[in-house]
């Protein structure tokens, strides 16, 4: 098959990583979860014990690490200088400091950098904020993946619920919210869709449904009917 590009952007909790990846593993393109390299970003931040002020620091530490996307069984594994971070970068310290790190136009430069040489080959399936927009602008193929707050705070709820049974919805809500407010309205790359993404509201659908559907449009209008 044709090997092609797909750039999948969203608010978070939109289910774009899990689509994402049945995304990719139906096509046999590789799947580039970009939200973590900012997270694996904050991780090492916080490691060094920098405080969201501490611009320039967070510049530098953005410049002098290695961050690498290898595929594993139950998803993408995330190293940083040659450690094992996976988990560590979904911990609430770092989705909490995230957002703020997102919004450094250095180190978005230095990332956008790093995910376009990783495209440049084709036949990768993208997410994140800025895909469509800044990344991959030509991927043949763009999706924007939206649900409600409500739904969204929902999943994660279901998500948490054994690990993190003292969370409650109205928590996750206004944290869904808190984080597409400044992720909306950061200077730069706002999370806002492309002109020519296809607009998919997820609200009312599982996951299959999902897939089935962006499967069904890359199929028509990037493979031409050809499967
Ligand atoms: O998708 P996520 O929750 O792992 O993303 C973490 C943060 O990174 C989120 O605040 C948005 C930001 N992000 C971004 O600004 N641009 C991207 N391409 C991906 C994520």
């Known amino acids: 098959m044709r090997r092609f590009n797909i750039a999948i952007d969203g608010p978070a909790g939109a289910g774009k990583s899990t689509i994402a990846r049945l995304v990719a593993n139906q096509l046999g393109f590789i799947y580039v979860d970009t939200g973590a390299m900012y997270r694996a970003v904050t991780w090492k931040v916080l490691q060094k014990g920098f405080k969201i002020e501490q611009t320039e620091e967070i510049i530098q530490t953005a410049q002098g690490m290695d961050i690498s996307l290898k595929p594993g069984e139950n998803g993408q594994l995330v190293y940083v200088d040659g450690q094992d971070v996976t988990s560590d970068i979904r911990s609430d310290a770092v989705t909490k400091f995230v957002s703020y790190i997102a919004s450094i136009g250095e180190v978005r430069k230095l990332l956008v950098e790093k995910q376009k040489q990783m495209a440049a080959e084709k036949g990768i399936v993208m997410d994140g904020r800025d895909i469509g927009t800044h990344v991959l602008p030509d991927a043949e193929m763009k ?85």
Request: glycine share 2%.
């Open 143 to 227: 999706v924007f993946l939206t649900a409600s707050v409500k739904k969204r705070a929902e999943r994660r709820f279901a998500e948490l619920q054994t690990a993190r049974p003292e969370l409650t919805l109205a928590e996750l809500e206004q944290d869904i919210a808190r984080r597409d407010h400044i992720d909306e309205n950061r200077e730069i790359s706002p999370l806002v869709r492309a002109q020519d993404a296809v607009l998919l509201d997820s609200t009312n659908m599982t996951i299959a449904h999902v897939v089935d559907h962006i499967l069904d449009l890359c199929r028509s209008r990037v493979l031409g009917g050809i499967s």
